[in-house]
């Protein structure tokens, strides 16, 4: 039975590989069930809220009923509603700045390791200097610099974001460079983009996808911050952090614990399901892994 089990084992492909050593990780899988729920009821929010986000629809600063389940903010829209919503929101604002800040790291960590030399100093010198801002800082300041709004706080975050994704292609592109396959590309004559993109990209994805998923939760975080301090997305429309920006009164603190609790929990769950889900991943990805 066991050598059976070997057997399967070693005829099995990669993905099959993958899929089985990330199953393992049992706090991974209830995560990823987890994250697929709550990114269900975002994109399906317009079918299943119960009411206009923007309507007032109920007593100012309503406790949880029948009705609202999870009550009314301070002037009668429905908190249910708006967390489905915003929920839609942050879930935009963190996977499209991760795209944007993963592109950018991509092409600089390509560029920096296939030509080193000037280029690769030029590059990192850049990146050495973005990434010796104190990270909070250089959001703060630029989110003050440019009018608040949604694409405005994806652009911020995609242009900062990208020095890790930028070192860590670089790194493994240093090595892939000297191998056979690489060689043999530059004596047929390929295209540099062919070699890039097609031959060298591909065997750093599985890195790529491990820190893309820290750095979405981390995007999401950060958006929750800045419109907390009302820089980020701004009213009327939801997000997580502006939600909770109405939290800042001992009142609602102490009396009206549905205003924050919800948003404040659904930024926890899926910052916590992200980390799981990327730390599993890093494991299932790695070809060291033992089967």
Known sequence: MKKRKNTDITNESYLQTVFRRFRRHHLAAVSFVVLVIIIGAALLAPVIAPYDPDA????????????????????????????????RI???VGVMATLISTAIGVVLGLLAGYFGGAVDMAIMRFTDMVMSF?????????AS????????????????????????VRGNVLSLRETNFVKGNLVAGMPLGHILFSEILPNTMAPILVYATSVLALSMLDEAALSFL??????????????????????????????WIPPGLMIVILVIAINFIGDALRDALDPNSRN
């Open 230 to 259: 009302g820089m980020g997305v701004q009213p009327p429309t939801a997000s997580l952090g502006n939600m909770l920006n109405g939290a800042q009164s001992l009142t609602v603190l102490t009396k009206q614990p549905w205003l």
């Open 134 to 142: 104190p990270y909070i800082l250089l959001v703060l300041v630029a």
């Open 56 to 87: 007032i629809v109920g007593s100012f600063s309503g406790a949880p009923n029948a009705e609202h389940w999870l009550g009314t903010d301070q002037i009668g829209r429905d908190v249910l509603s708006r967390l489905l919503y915003a929920t």
């Open 145 to 168: 610099i440019f009018k608040p709004g949604l694409w405005s706080i994806i652009l911020i975050l995609g242009f900062v974001d990208w020095p890790g994704i930028a070192r860590l």
């Open 90 to 92: 942050s879930l935009l």
